[in-house]
C-alpha cells in the first residue's frame, strides 16, 4: 500500500499545478474534491488508474465502477458517461490517464513478434 499513498501523493501535488490541462503531453491528471454528475462524452485509448474515490462509468447498458487501486483500459474512442462517485475536499478522487497510441502499439508488437531462430514463435498477444 506504500506505493499507492506514494502515486497519491505525486498526483495530487502534479494535478493541482496543472488544473485540467495535461502535465505532460499523453498524461492527464485529476483531482476533484466532491463527486460530480455523469456527463457523457468521448473516452479516447487510454490507460486509467484510480488513486483513491471512485468513479462510475457507463458505456450503452453496462455500469463500470472503479477505485482505489484499479484500472480501466480502453483500446478505442467509446462514448461513455461517467462521474466522480467518491470524493470530499480532505480525500479527493485522484487518478491519472496515460493517453493510448495504437498505432504505435502496433507497430511495436509487430516488431517484437517473430521467431526466436528455433522457429517457435515469442512475444504474441491478441489484440482486440
Known amino acids: 500500500m506504500q506505493a499507492l499513498a506514494e502515486i497519491r501523493e505525486l498526483i495530487a501535488r502534479h494535478a493541482a499545478a496543472a488544473g485540467q490541462a495535461p502535465a505532460y503531453p499523453g498524461l492527464r ?10 456527463s457523457g462524452g468521448f473516452y479516447p485509448p487510454a490507460f486509467s488508474f484510480v488513486a483513491q474515490g471512485a468513479k462510475r462509468t457507463l458505456l450503452g447498458e453496462r455500469c463500470y465502477d472503479y477505485r482505489a487501486g484499479q484500472f480501466l483500459v480502453i483500446s478505442i474512442d467509446l ?23 495504437p498505432a504505435a502499439i502496433a507497430a511495436l508488437l509487430l ?17 482486440c
Open 29 to 38: 491528471l485529476r483531482a476533484v474534491n466532491e463527486p460530480t454528475a455523469p
Open 79 to 101: 462514448p461513455v458517461s461517467s462521474g466522480v462517485t467518491q470524493a470530499t475536499p480532505g480525500k479527493p478522487y485522484l487518478a491519472c490517464s496515460l493517453m493510448l497510441q
Open 111 to 127: 516488431e517484437t513478434s517473430g521467431t526466436d531462430g528455433d522457429g517457435a514463435h515469442r512475444g504474441r498477444l491478441a489484440v
